[in-house]
């Protein structure tokens, strides 16, 4: 059974900096989108960044240019660096993997303040 596990989050200041990290286990494919997502307290779950196997990447309006995300095939992991942390950013962070379904991790806490 496939099962996705997050690390990374945490509480930081603004302007500062995260990463985000996220594992398949139990997994022999590569899966074909590999992303994340967030949900801030009181709005619906957005897109924050999303990568396919062949590359290509998408990211929301509001992050681009200070997220960055990768993807390692082989261990089946996907990545998300966050710089210039803003206090909208703040939100519950989901991993977002795909093959044939969809599989979401159980989501870490991201916190930006003061």
């Known amino acids: 059974q496939v099962q996705l596990v997050e690390s990374g989050g945490g509480l930081v200041q603004p302007g500062g900096s995260l990463r985000l990290s996220c594992s398949a286990s139990?997994?022999?494919?590569?899966?074909?989108?590999m992303g994340w997502y967030r949900q801030a307290p009181g709005k619906e779950r957005e897109l924050v960044a999303i990568t396919t196997t062949s590359g290509s990447l998408n990211y929301a309006d509001s992050v681009k240019g200070r997220f960055t995300i990768s993807r390692d095939n082989a261990k089946n992991t996907v990545y998300l660096q966050m710089n210039s942390l803003k206090p909208e950013d703040t939100a519950v962070y989901y991993c977002?993997?795909?093959?044939?379904?969809?599989?979401w991790g159980q989501g870490t806490q991201v916190t930006v303040s003061s």
């Open positions: 139990g997994s022999s494919f590569t899966f074909y989108y």
């Open positions: 977002y993997f795909y093959f044939r379904r969809d599989y």
